[in-house]
């Protein structure tokens, strides 16, 4: 069994800057493609960034340029590097892994394990 357990959320002006950590536990292969969702109330959740085993990733077009993905698969743990935070990047952020190793997919669909997420609120 795996569990995903995020941190870092919290509430920061506009234009500062939080990283979140996904960490993994449980029997749980580093290699799986891994990815940040969000969800603000009354909005369907959304993909944020994802990652592979190659280190390819993806981003959501809101959020190209200020977030950045990266793993510590030693450790078993995904951050979310957010820079230049604005007001609708309020959301819980929530981590998820995938069961392939190859597809940087933002398809909540696909994606079979998922953490409990943590609040960021970004106030102007």
């Known amino acids: 069994q795996v569990q995903l357990v995020e941190s870092g959320g919290r509430s920061v002006q506009a234009g500062g800057s939080l990283r979140l950590s996904c960490t993994v536990l449980?029997?749980?292969?580093?290699?799986?493609?891994m990815a940040w969702f969000r969800q603000s109330p009354g909005k369907e959740r959304e993909g944020v960034a994802s990652?592979?085993?190659?280190?390819?990733?993806s981003y959501a077009d809101p959020v190209k340029g200020r977030f950045t993905i990266y793993k510590d698969n030693a450790k078993n743990t995904l951050f979310l590097q957010m820079n230049s935070l604005k007001s609708d990047d309020s959301a819980m952020y929530y981590c998820?892994?995938?069961?392939?190793?190859?597809?940087?997919?933002?398809?909540?669909?696909?994606?079979?394990?998922w953490g409990q997420g943590t609040q960021v609120t970004v106030s102007s």
């Open positions: 990652i592979d085993s190659r280190g390819w990733t």
């Open positions: 449980g029997d749980f292969d580093s290699r799986n493609s």
């Open positions: 998820a892994a995938h069961p392939r190793y190859d597809t940087t997919s933002l398809d909540q669909r696909a994606y079979d394990a």
